[in-house]
Antibody, heavy 122, light 110 residues
């Protein structure tokens, strides 16, 4: 069965960095695009970034562009999100999600992880 | 990348139908037939219920249906049931090759 397990969340001070990972299993990781979506406490969903199946295309929300980097290691079936220059407003549960498509940013996300909490706090 | 506009809350009685709107612009909702809807129960990950305006994923009840007119997409839930009480989010592809979510709608089943 498809499983997505996020890790790497925690408490970090503003301006510092954090790296999230998502371990994928139960499907052929190399043929699917992957997204990160976040949800601030008590708030709605916010799309963060997408990476196509081969890592060749990456797109970001304006709110994280230039600070966050999405990447994947298809040999290890892992998806990462490097988060730099963190701000209080980046505090959220971060979900990784599988796309139905290998090369599209269309928001057709069929499987989601349970999320990892990032708290940016001084 | 402004969030799509959804009503903050809607409510209905068991057996009734409700509709949740999702308004964007010609650069997202109006420009593409790539609107998805997600259901989220408290403390849970979102679950997809509609893809590409009106396609239901396998296993999703046919009580859920989607449509679009211009810059506004809609989710209709017919025959409301207690377990439908949840938050609902729309999402659209954008002209920047990104995605954007709506602010979410809390559905209360009276």
């Amino acid at each position: 069965q498809v499983q997505l397990v996020e890790s790497g969340g925690g408490v970090v001070q503003p301006g510092r960095s954090l790296r999230l990972s998502c371990a994928a299993s139960g499907f052929t990781f190399t043929t699917y695009g992957m997204h990160w979506v976040r949800q601030a406490p008590g708030k709605g969903l916010e799309w963060v970034a997408v990476i196509y199946y081969d890592g060749g295309n990456k797109y970001y929300a304006d709110s994280v562009k230039g600070r966050f980097t999405i990447s994947r290691d298809n040999s290890k079936n892992t998806l990462d999100l490097q988060m730099n220059s963190l701000r209080a407003e980046d505090t959220a549960v971060y979900y990784c999600a599988r796309s139905l498509y290998s090369t599209s940013s269309r928001p057709c996300l069929d499987y989601w992880g349970q999320g990892t909490l990032v708290t940016v706090f001084s | 990348q402004s969030a799509l506009t959804q009503p903050a809350s809607v409510s209905g009685s068991p057996g009734q139908s409700i509709t949740i709107s999702c308004t964007g612009t010609s650069s997202d909702v109006g420009g593409y037939n790539y609107v998805s809807w997600y259901q989220q129960h408290p403390g849970k990950a979102p679950k997809p219920i509609i893809y590409d305006v009106s396609d239901r994923p396998s296993g999703v009840s046919d009580r859920f249906s989607g449509s679009k007119s211009g810059n506004t997409a809609s989710l209709t839930i017919s025959g409301l049931q207690a377990e439908d009480e949840a938050d609902y989010y729309c999402s659209s592809y954008t002209s920047s090759s990104t995605s954007v979510f709506g602010g979410g709608t809390q559905l209360t089943v009276l």
